[in-house]
């Protein structure tokens, strides 16, 4: 587990124990690899750097086990907070009760455990995929053959899933043709070669609901490989820089997302259990409002990078979710 620095000296005007210095917080992620995680652990450190805290960052590459090894490790190292970054009940519950029984905080994203005093910062999952399904709708009407890339388990996937299924009951016009998607350490890559796999069978889909952005880079990768970009739409959640770049290709078939900036979820996730460790309470649920990004006004601003986003919409740069006065704000970018 790596550490960001921790200051000496105490954070004035905050309750204890940030008061005088010493927190830990540990920052323990199930998923590796993607531009949303590096901005999300970096949101995490700012904001624990700006409280005085060390945060830990550790991740677990999709490996159930190494998950619950990591928050075992936590406990073990007996720090004042933890912060689970996606993950399965089934892996974390008891090892987590394991940690509250500790003394020990705890906070999840995009996580549900269901145990009293665990509050869960969402990035309002359902809301997202209704923005960016709306505009499907603006573009497509409501009589067109669709394909969803979905995988069962993971408690934002099944939140925007619901919303995908609630729009086709309210649509009988669109027709969902196909379901395919796979998580793993490749996982746009093996969502590629499915993509293929699902077009050579349902060549009529023109439309595709892709409910994380390493869905949506596989599925634009699989329909690139197979000179189909121009005839079909991909309605994304989630983004990042490179996925603006993907957006912003000539003819690139992903023309919207629905998202929160990823350094403002962290730094959400952090401010939450720092509530918990000064005996403050963040509330049970705490989310993050999304925004609708469009390939269209991609183009129109100009805007190539994160960065440029947060510069051209203010709202995308902060969150008033999980605050106090107490607690220092960041500069997200």
């Given at each position: ?46 904001q624990g750097h700006a409280l005085g805290a060390t945060i830990r960052l550790s991740e677990a590459q999709q490996d159930p086990s190494r ?173 990042s820089t490179s996925d603006i770049q993907a957006m912003r290709e000539p003819n690139s078939p992903w023309v919207a997302s629905a998202a929160?900036?990823?350094?403002v979820v962290g730094e959400v996730s952090v401010r939450a259990v720092a509530l918990l460790i000064a005996g403050q309470n963040p509330g ?50």
């Open positions: 587990m790596g550490g960001s620095a921790a200051q000496a000296a105490g954070l004035a005007g905050a309750p204890a124990p940030f008061d005088h210095g010493g927190v830990t917080i540990a920052v323990v992620n199930y998923l590796s690899g993607s531009d949303f995680l590096q901005a999300y652990e970096a949101g995490a450190a700012r998950l619950r090894a990591l928050v075992q490790q936590a406990i073990d190292l007996h720090v004042q907070g933890i912060v689970i970054n996606n993950g399965t009940k089934e892996a974390l519950r008891d090892v987590v009760q394991k940690a509250l029984a500790a003394g020990i905080k705890v906070v999840t994203y995009d996580l549900d455990l269901g145990l009293p005093g665990v509050p869960v910062v969402e990035q309002n999952d359902r809301e997202m995929a209704n923005i960016v399904l709306a505009q499907a709708l603006k573009d497509n009407g409501d009589h067109f053959k669709a394909g969803e890339v979905y995988v069962a388990g993971f408690l934002p996937l099944d939140h925007r899933n619901a919303a995908y299924r609630a729009i086709l009951a309210a649509h009988p016009g669109i027709k969902n043709e196909a379901v395919w998607g796979i998580v793993n350490s490749t996982t746009p890559a093996s969502v590629a070669d499915q993509t293929q796999a699902v077009f050579r069978a349902h060549p009529d889909i023109t439309v595709v609901f892709t409910p994380w952005d390493e869905f949506a880079r596989g599925v634009k990768l699989g329909l690139d490989e197979s000179n189909l970009s121009s005839k079909v739409r991909i309605y994304g959640v989630d983004t929160t900036n990823a350094a049970a649920k705490i989310d993050v409002n999304p925004h609708l990004i469009t390939r269209d006004e991609l183009l129109k601003n100009d805007i190539k990078t994160i960065q440029e986003l947060a510069e051209k919409d203010p709202d995308f740069r902060q969150s008033d979710a999980a605050t106090a006065a107490w607690i220092p704000s960041v500069a997200t970018k």
